[in-house]
């Protein structure tokens, strides 16, 4: 996906500043994707996190895009699963590494769904 253009965005405000409910508005197709990526997340509920653009988060940044609290990020930078550096006093965590500890957790969460699941048919807890 290509990056959205300063036409986008110049299109996408002067359509916003009519303050009406419903916009028209014609845009590329990257921005499109892109749009329609953060409308999906909104619609099925999960969480839309909008980064700053810079490579490096700080704890409560990486808990926004992981889905868990700052003390759990804190957590897993002590145990080591989350490789950190620091500038001065602060903890910061390259955006590259959060998305890889994000995609190395999926099958393992996914496995302990399906183990949860299946004890709950087992238990009789699902209807």
């Known amino acids: 996906m290509g990056r959205v253009t300063v036409r986008d965005s110049e299109a996408l405000h002067r359509a916003l500043e009519g303050g009406q409910d419903r916009v028209s508005v014609s845009l590329s197709r990257a921005a499109a994707e892109m749009l329609a990526k953060v ?21 409560a940044e ?4 992981l889905g868990m609290s ?7 930078m002590d145990r080591g699963a989350l490789p950190f550096r620091m500038v001065g006093s602060h903890h910061r965590i390259a955006v590259a590494d959060v998305e890889e500890f994000l995609a190395a957790e ?7 769904l399906e183990r949860f699941s299946a004890l709950e048919d087992e238990l009789g807890l699902t209807e």
Do not use: K
């Open 39 to 59: 409308v999906d997340a909104e619609v099925s509920g999960r969480r839309v996190v909008v980064s700053h653009g810079l490579d490096e988060v700080s704890p």
């Open 62 to 65: 990486a808990g926004a895009l």
């Open 70 to 76: 700052r003390p759990q990020v804190r957590r897993l």
């Open 106 to 112: 999926r099958p393992r969460r996914r496995a302990a």
